[in-house]
């Protein structure tokens, strides 16, 4: 190699790696968000995104990774470099998350950029019922234990855990019923399927004829609530109970780059369109960053163990794995196949795919079954568990399993099947997808498509090569201007581009 | 009357007021419906992602015209649904696999436009029957809504489960079992109830269970590509024709009572938050077949198997309105989007909302909902000559488009790349399934209700602490009774009917 080249290849490099340690927004930021579109961290991502678009040369883009309660997007962030190109919007509801599941996400693998916004706890009732003030709650509680119905989203949420707390203070021995959401538990207690609700004060707004808060967990009582009273003054010493909502990055990122991005949305927090969200949505504004952000975590964890624990989560223990699995499986699948085959044989009917398919749902069914009944036993005073309906719907397609093979065994005819000749593209089609699949995590979505395409087209013996090419080349286009121009969604990102 | 004079505001608020120029409403309306078709054809896109991604761009505009982008690209997403469930057997949306059965089969034999040109003219009755039913009726319906507890729920659920019964005449066994194996795949994931993972293997991945769309566009375009490919000889030489003729009107006005019956039942089932588009389409179906006086057509292209689920899936759009502006309660995942964006704007949802000072927004909007299913007409039927040309490409080219769009989709769902190879899974899953006569619907109504039986029916147990409780639930107990029948008399009437057969000696 000549050193003219060498001299440029390093004067480039050290350009290149000039230009990206001074101008650091020189590409898109990333958000993860960890719910769908449209929760209330989703829209605090997207306002911030939107504001930011004045004080930022780059864009901020909200990627929305839901799953898990938030793992999925927060090993993502871990996954990815510590750049500052990934965010992670992060709200009070990862905590629990993070203790219950033993996914390798530590709170000492992030950097706390800032805290935005929080808002109280408040506990929320019918206005229209027998139960619609703390007095009403406690005393009924108390005068019959174990029956007063509190809802709020999901086991082990944050809501939750501020149940348990308040039922600690209070002592009260009252049910949690979870909900797949807050607005589905809102509405149980609105048509009086349950008593209590545990939410945030902007959740009774425009709710107001049906939903009434009787206490938030703050030290003063709220100015856009001033007849609601705070627990404290109730004698329940829960002064302080908060959702916030903030942001962190990997705990590798470099000083530089975490403070441009906490200067960067402390600007945001003036602006007046966020100020405007922040009235809206009747969210308080804050801005802890840094080292005090990290603390409010820190404190938060404390006390979510404690009352995770009480809440009956079996922290720092596995889950109970069936044993022997695989030798089970592989067991029950000879076994099933035998006993079919030698009854089938003797009536000569050939094992066929109908055959296949009933036996190999009853081998599903029958590892279901087995699977489940390794789940945890129920909890005192239920009798149903997480068990019991994987084994009902099991047993259920066990039955129907055997009564097919009955069925074909006694009139072995198949009218509705319908197959053809062409297996073998079929096979290789399905192969081709598969390693589409793997490609595009290698080298990009925007080739491995059009390679797709390309091939697919041939192994459907497609030759006309010049309309082969443009539709592969005019499908790659329309999907680059609609999906990444126009709407903005979040395309696949392969390792080398 | 008030309401009257209310709505004339409201649509005189649509030909512009002193801060917006006239042409704005309808334009944004236009572009709305655009966008919302759009979403709703693409696999993996849905209206609630249509939603979000449109919301930013309504942070400048006024309030109502804001409002009326929302609720016309929410509307007409159900339309876009059912257009790739009719052309490429790929639902767009879950209530659009209703209509798939007849569908797509009447576009095999060759008239995409009879049966998009039918499903339109369905969908925009159901659409202003349910804003017609929005407007007059949101009070008492908000009432019933509320009356659903965890039992009734659970039993709704079992309900519409039982509707699998009436769909697949032929092979009812099969059917069963794709059921099952439906339900089974659904406790996949973390238990809502106590929160302990199971099935899961330990994948993060798995802990919300099976995403339903990416396995939906799996069972259904994958599957059904896969099966083409099987049965055809030579590939490039299949170029079949396809007409765009649309349906007579005469062949419409026939189905009017049929399509009335399917509206009311999708905006009456649409307010049950929770239920929604999905569960209304299928009663729809399922009652539509009940009654008909022409069973054996049903799954070979019948009208009124298509009528009768577009015209529900309109009108659920509409109810699902009810419980969003009369209770703040979303009924699906859409409305949950429409309640943030709405109060990005100031616009709380509720009963405030029908107080004076805010009445020409709701007025307006209910008669943006008018306007946007006239448009919709008009759009629906100039789009359908365009949907029958893209379905007349080569097999080869349109087959290898629409699998690249639909993993594309399984991804968008959650930007996750799992979602991708769950796609493929159920992809060859269902062709493996469906090339040996075992239907895949069952699979996908089960899966969609079968989250839905487990987790009201413990939240009942727990709440209750009996087994009793659906049965002492009057609603849960009606609804029992009306999946009992649905069951059951399916194969009474089979019987019947062979019985009078072999004594007429046949």
């Not at chain 1, 036996?359 to 789940?375: A, H, K, N, Q, R």
């Not at chain 1, 006309?464 to 329309?478: G, R």
């Not at chain 2, 009326?68 to 009719?86: E, K, R, W």
């Not at chain 2, 069972?219 to 896969?226: D, H, K, Q, S, T």
Request: some cysteine.
């Amino acid at each position: 190699m000549s050193k003219r080249v060498l001299l440029i290849i390093i004067l480039f490099l050290s350009i290149s790696s000039f230009g990206i340690g001074a101008e650091y927004p020189n590409k898109p930021i990333t958000i993860l968000v960890h719910t769908k579109p449209g929760g209330a961290v989703d829209l605090m991502a997207r306002t911030l995104s939107r504001v930011a678009d004045n004080y930022c040369d780059q864009p901020l883009v909200v990627v929305n990774k839901p799953g898990g309660g938030g793992i999925i997007a927060g090993a993502r962030l871990l996954s990815s470099k510590a750049d500052g190109y990934t965010i992670l919007a992060f709200p009070a509801t990862f905590i629990p998350t993070l203790q219950t599941t033993d996914i390798g996400i530590g709170l000492d693998d992030l950097k706390y950029l800032a805290c935005l916004t929080i808002s109280p706890e408040a506990i929320i009732t019918n206005p229209n019922s027998e139960i619609n003030s703390l007095e009403k709650i406690i005393s009924h509680a108390k005068a019959n234990p174990g029956t007063q119905k509190w809802c709020g989203p999901g086991t082990g949420s944050l809501d939750h855990l501020m149940a348990v707390k308040f039922w600690e203070k209070a002592d009260i021995k009252v049910k949690w019923i979870p909900y797949g959401g807050g607005s589905q538990a809102m509405g149980a207690v609105m048509g009086k399927h349950a008593d209590v609700y545990v939410g945030n004060p902007e959740d009774i707004l425009g709710r107001q004829k049906n939903l009434n808060i009787v206490g938030v967990s703050t030290e003063k009582r709220l100015d856009a609530f001033p007849e609601v009273p705070t627990l404290i003054e109730k004698g329940i010493d829960l002064p302080n109970e908060v959702m916030w909502r903030g942001f962190v990055v990997h705990k590798n990122t470099n000083d530089e780059i975490t403070k441009y991005l906490v200067d960067l949305f402390e600007k945001c927090s003036k602006d007046s369109i966020w100020q405007n969200y922040i009235n809206r949505t009747m969210v308080t504004p804050v801005f802890m960053k840094n080292e005090k952000f990290k603390e409010l975590v820190y404190n938060d964890v404390e006390s979510s163990r404690k009352y995770l624990k009480i809440a009956g989560f079996e922290l720092d223990k596995n889950a109970n794995e069936a044993p022997y699995l695989t030798l089970f499986l592989f067991g029950i699948f000879i076994i099933s196949f035998l006993i079919v085959y030698l009854v089938f044989k003797k009536k000569d009917i050939k094992i066929n795919g109908t055959i296949s398919i009933l036996t190999i749902t009853g081998i599903l069914s029958v590892t279901f079954f087995y699977i489940s009944s390794f789940f945890p036993a129920p909890r005192e005073g239920l009798f149903v568990s997480s068990a019991t309906v994987p084994k009902v719907w099991s047993i259920f397609l066990f039955i129907v399993s055997v009564i097919g093979l009955k069925l074909y065994y006694k009139n072995p005819t198949d009218e509705t099947a319908k197959k053809g000749e062409n297996v073998k593209s079929v096979i290789s089609l399905s192969f081709l997808i598969l390693a589409y699949i793997t490609l595009i995590s290698i080298i990009g979505f925007f080739i491995s498509t059009g390679l797709f395409l390309i091939s697919s087209m041939l192994i459907m013996r497609y030759k006309k090569y010049i309309s082969l090419l443009l539709t592969t080349t005019l499908v790659l286009l329309f999907m680059y201007i609609v999906f990444i121009k126009i709407l903005m969604v979040p395309l696949p990102i392969g390792s080398i581009f | 009357m008030e309401l009257f004079s209310n709505l004339i505001d409201g649509f005189s608020a649509l030909g512009g007021t002193a801060s917006i120029a006239w042409w704005q409403p309808i334009l944004v309306i236009l572009i709305g419906i655009i966008v919302g078709i759009f979403v709703g054809v693409m696999p993996g896109l849905s209206a609630s992602t249509g939603l979000a991604l449109i919301v930013p761009f309504t942070f400048g505009m006024e309030p109502l015209i804001a409002i009326i982008l929302l609720a016309a690209v929410y509307t007409s997403a159900s339309y876009g649904g059912t257009i790739s469930a009719i052309a490429i057997n790929t639902p767009g949306t879950p209530a659009a696999v209703a209509v798939a059965f007849d569908g797509y089969t009447l576009t095999k034999k060759g008239q995409p436009g009879k049966a998009l040109g039918s499903s339109l003219f369905a969908n925009v009755v159901g659409g202003l029957t349910g804003s017609l039913v929005l407007i007059f009726f949101s009070v008492p319906l908000a009432k019933i809504a509320l009356k659903f507890g965890p039992s009734a729920f659970f039993s709704l659920a079992i309900f519409g489960l039982t509707i699998v019964s009436s769909m697949e005449s032929k092979n009812r066994l099969k059917a069963f079992v794709s059921t099952a194996i439906g339900l089974l795949l659904m406790t996949v994931g973390l238990d809502i109830i106590n929160g302990s993972p199971r099935f899961t293997f330990g994948r993060a991945e798995l802990f919300d269970g099976f995403t339903f769309i990416p396995a939906l566009i799996g069972l259904f375009a994958i599957g059904e590509i896969l099966l083409n490919i099987e049965n055809m000889q030579i590939v490039k030489k299949i170029k079949q024709k396809f007409s765009s003729k649309m349906p007579k009107f005469s062949e419409l006005w026939s189905l009017k009572k049929l399509i009335a019956k399917s509206s009311v039942i999708g905006a009456v089932v649409g307010a049950i938050p929770g239920a929604g588009a999905t569960i209304a389409a299928f009663i729809a179906y399922g009652e539509a077949k009940r009654t008909s006086k022409k069973k054996d057509e049903f799954g070979k292209g019948s009208l009124e198997g298509i009528t009768a689920p577009s015209s529900a899936a309109g009108a659920s759009a509409g109810g699902a309105l009810i419980p969003l502006l009369t209770l703040g309660i979303p009924g699906s995942a859409a409305t949950a989007v429409m309640i943030g964006a709405l109060a990005l704007h100031n616009i709380t949802p509720g009963p405030e909302l029908f107080k004076p000072e805010n009445s020409t927004l709701v007025y307006a909007l209910f008669a943006s909902l008018f306007v946007g299913n006239a448009l919709m007409l008009f759009i629906g039927y100039s789009g359908t000559r365009l949907w029958v040309k893209i379905i007349s490409a080569p097999k080869a080219v349109l087959f290898s488009i629409i699998m690249s769009i639909a993993l594309v989709g399984s991804y968008a769902v959650k930007n996750s790349m799992f979602d991708v190879f769950v796609c493929l899974g159920f992809g060859v899953f269902g062709w493996l399934l469906r090339r040996n006569g075992f239907p895949t619907a069952p699979m996908v109504l089960a899966m969609i209700l079968g989250k839905m039986a487990e987790t009201n029916f413990r939240q009942a147990l727990l709440s209750e602490g009996t087994w009793t409780v659906f049965f002492t639930d009057p609603l849960s107990l009606i609804l029992l009774i009306m999946a009992f029948l649905s069951l059951a008399y399916p194969l009474y009437s089979e019987r019947k009917k062979r019985k009078n057969n072999s004594s007429k000696g046949i």
